[in-house]
């Protein structure tokens, strides 16, 4: 029973920034990974960064390294998503996620999932 609430979504124009949180609730001390992932229209969701909650290693996608810092606050179960240079095809909702296992791939198995923050980014 984890509950997750992101917020921070927007439109902004190529280039700019925006800055996701996503505050955790609940039954959260078994937690190994928190991060974000995103839906464009049409397409699959997909992992985007995420970042172990005990060592605070990130982990992140290629189409955004460089771009996106992934971080958390522990003592506030609260994880963020810096993201600047944005672009268009960065268009999509964004998710807040959590996995209670450490083990296997970064990108599958999470288990808790928020409601989603649009972000649009204008050409």
């Known amino acids: 029973q984890v509950q997750l609430v992101e917020s921070g979504g927007g439109l902004v124009q190529a280039g700019g920034s925006l800055r996701l949180s996503c505050a955790a609730s609940?039954?959260?001390?078994?937690?190994?990974?928190m991060g974000w992932f995103r839906q464009a229209p049409g397409k699959e969701r997909e992992f985007v960064a995420t970042?172990?909650?005990?060592?605070?290693?990130?982990y992140y996608a290629d189409s955004v390294k460089g771009r996106f810092t992934i971080s958390r606050d522990n003592a506030k179960n609260t994880v963020f998503l810096q993201m600047n240079s944005l672009k268009p095809e960065d268009t999509a909702v964004y998710y807040c996620?959590?996995?209670?296992?450490?083990?296997?791939?970064?990108?599958?198995?999470?288990?808790?999932w928020g409601q989603g923050t649009q972000v649009t980014v204008s050409s």
């Open positions: 996620a959590v996995r209670n296992r450490g083990l296997g791939p970064v990108s599958v198995g999470y288990d808790y």
């Open positions: 609940g039954r959260t001390f078994s937690n190994y990974y």
């Open positions: 970042i172990t909650w005990s060592g605070g290693t990130p």
